[in-house]
């Protein structure tokens, strides 16, 4: 069982940076691949970036390549979403999700958080 606990969402105008964070209870994070997923109002939840059980292998979408960074401290339990170079359609709430296998698909998660919302001023 994983419980998943999104933060660092906020304003931040066009341009600027987020840095998402999402703590994982339980011992068994490292076992896990973890994943961010957005969604705006109306919208169908998207796939954001993805991270390997280790760390070493990592997955974007083509929206965000470039711009956003995933990494994990599996010390800390923490996975992270670095967000620079912010656009207004960037807006949503994200997601923090934990998989067996590291997936761009929704339907390979099993956990996921309540998200925080990123909101980008134009």
């Known amino acids: 069982q994983v419980q998943l606990v999104e933060s660092g969402g906020g304003l931040v105008q066009a341009g600027g940076s987020l840095r998402l964070s999402c703590v994982a209870s339980g011992r068994t994070f490292r076992s896990y691949a973890m994943g961010w997923f957005r969604q705006a109002p109306g919208k169908e939840r998207e796939f954001v970036a993805a991270i390997s059980w280790i760390g070493i292998g990592t997955y974007y979408a083509d929206s965000v390549k470039g711009r956003f960074t995933i990494s994990r401290d599996n010390a800390k339990n923490t996975v992270y979403l670095q967000m620079n170079s912010l656009k207004p359609e960037d807006t949503a709430a994200y997601y923090c999700?934990?998989?067996?296998?590291?997936?761009?698909?929704?339907?390979?998660?099993?956990?996921w958080g309540q998200g925080t919302q990123g909101t980008v001023a134009s």
């Open positions: 999700a934990a998989a067996r296998t590291t997936a761009p698909t929704t339907t390979e998660y099993s956990y």
